[in-house]
């Protein structure tokens, strides 16, 4: 008779516990660093729109108008075609890359980046250039998104 109050507060305790737990395990569980609401973060979205089949530097260039700092970079494609594709993409500062290795993208889905180098200077040139290999290698609709905080 006592087992089944028992097993009912057992139950509402571990659904208060999951509840708990899953309202505050968003922000612990982020890519990108979470700032506070006074922090100014810009998200640039540089679209790489058509098909690209051989490598290419500087597909993308952007100056800064202010200093910042890198807290994330992430790329996509939308597609890709040809036997075997391959497509890495770097973003420089420079003649210097701002990542420890390029990401390494697959089709449909989104790739994010180790930073090294995170400060940006103000008036900088940011480059991208895309990696392509395989055998007739096609990717369609590149994104490159950076998410920069002002500093």
């Known amino acids: 008779m006592f ?4 097993a009912f ?3 509402l305790l571990l659904a208060l516990a999951v509840a708990f737990a899953s309202f505050f395990a968003p922000a612990v569980l982020a890519d990108t660093p979470n700032f506070p609401i006074s922090t100014q973060v810009q998200m640039v979205p540089l679209v790489i729109s058509g098909q690209y089949t051989a490598t290419t530097t500087g597909v993308v260039q952007v100056k800064l108008p202010f200093k910042a700092k890198l807290v994330g970079v992430s790329a996509s494609a939308r597609a890709s075609g040809g036997t ?6 770097n973003v420089k500062q420079g003649a210097s890359s ?10 449909g889905s989104v790739a ?3 930073i090294a180098s ?4 103000d008036e900088s040139t940011l480059t991208v250039d895309l990696a392509i290999g395989g055998t007739s290698p096609t990717w369609n609709d590149i994104t490159v998104l950076l998410t ?3 500093n």
């Open 118 to 121: 995170a400060q940006l200077a």
């Open 9 to 11: 507060t057992r139950s």
């Open 112 to 114: 994010e980046g180790s």
């Open 148 to 150: 920069l905080a002002r």
């Open 84 to 89: 075997s594709p391959t497509l890495t993409v």
């Open 98 to 107: 701002v990542l420890s290795a390029p990401i390494s993208v697959t089709a």
């Open 3 to 6: 087992n089944k109050p028992f």
